[in-house]
Each structure stands twice: as C-alpha cells, then as structure tokens.
C-alpha cells in the first residue's frame, strides 16, 4: 500500500492550493481517507477526513468553510482544496488511509501514511 502526496508549495496569504494524495494497492473509496498537517514543534492534526460509505466529510474547527476534501473513485485519488489560506496553516501536510468504517481524527487510528507534501503560506 502506498500513498503518494503531492501539491504543496509556497503560496501568499488568501491564495488557494490543492493538494492530492494518489493511492496505490488499495481502494480509496473503501478506506476511510484524511489529512493530517504537523507545524515544526507541534503536534501532527487532523485537517479533513472523508467517510468510506458515502465521502460524508468532517473538518477542523480551523478549517472549516475554507478547506473542502474530495476523492475521484475512478482515479483512486483524494484531494484537499484550500482556499483563503493564512501563515497559521504553513505545516507539512499528510494524507492518511485506514479501513475503518468511522470517522477517526487522531493519528494512532490510521494506518497508512503518505510521505508529506510542505504548504507554506507567506503573510
């Protein structure tokens, strides 16, 4: 199993990125998907998580109404649309799958993990 983020970079505050994690060896839409993004120092939290049975999906608080997670079935693909994004959400961000048919936000309940893809937003 694999997961292939990718899609950061460096962007001004209130411009928009998309970042897009690939799967390979399983199917995204039959594993609960998420992504994770960890500041230096801090700890590594949840962003956006999508349901497994119907792409129900669930955002942080710090997020909400700006960030918008989506999957492609047919390309086995998750994506993160961040738009009017700020210094505060400069992290490395992580795409991560699990089979579970809940809605899991913490690190520990996930399996797979991408590699990290680095979003900077400059003030």
């Known amino acids: 199993v694999q997961l292939q983020a990718s899609g950061g970079g460096l962007v001004q505050a209130g411009g928009s990125l998309r970042l897009n994690c690939v799967a390979s060896g399983l199917t995204s839409h039959n594993y609960v998907m998420s992504w994770f993004r960890q500041a230096p120092g801090k700890e590594r939290d949840v962003v956006a998580v999508i349901r497994r049975s119907d792409g129900y999906p669930y955002y942080a608080g710090s997020v909400k109404g700006r960030f918008t997670i989506s999957r492609d079935n047919a390309m086995n693909t998750v994506y993160l649309q961040m738009s009017s994004l700020k210094p505060e959400d400069t992290a490395v961000y992580y795409c991560?799958?699990?089979?579970?048919?809940?809605?899991?936000?913490?690190?520990?309940?996930?399996?797979?993990w991408g590699q990290g893809t680095q979003v900077t937003v400059s003030s």
């Open positions: 991560a799958g699990d089979v579970d048919y809940g809605m899991p936000v913490v690190v520990y309940e996930y399996e797979y």
